[in-house]
């Protein structure tokens, strides 16, 4: 099994940036990516960014251009730099990592963020 731990979400203002981490922890070998997705009440969870093991990204239009997916392999995180963030960034975020063993992601619990002023 693999547990993820996400951080850093919070209340911020628009325009302004959050930085949110995750930590994955366990079966670490078996993931063949990691990224982020997102939820907002009464939405359906979409992506926001991943990031393959090769280092491939991929992003949702809506955050092209603002927002970054990193990884550390060496401490086994992947970060998400937000900036220039808008109230419609608003949801909860999710760190997901995919399993090569069964070809379905693990998740974390959620960090909330909120841009609002």
């Known amino acids: 099994q693999v547990q993820l731990v996400e951080s850093g979400g919070g209340l911020v203002q628009p325009g302004g940036s959050l930085r949110l981490s995750c930590a994955a922890s366990?079966?670490?070998?078996?993931?063949?990516?990691m990224g982020w997705y997102r939820q907002a009440p009464g939405k359906q969870r979409e992506l926001v960014a991943t990031?393959?093991?090769?280092?491939?990204?991929n992003y949702a239009e809506s955050v092209k251009g603002r927002f970054t997916i990193s990884e550390d392999n060496a401490k086994n995180t992947v970060s998400l730099q937000m900036n220039s963030l808008k109230p419609e960034d608003t949801a909860v975020y999710y760190c997901?990592?995919?399993?090569?063993?069964?070809?379905?992601?693990?998740w974390g619990q959620g960090t909330q963020v909120t841009v609002s002023s």
């Open positions: 997901s990592a995919g399993d090569s063993w069964t070809n379905r992601p693990f």
């Open positions: 366990g079966s670490i070998f078996r993931l063949n990516s």
């Open positions: 990031i393959t093991s090769g280092g491939s990204t």
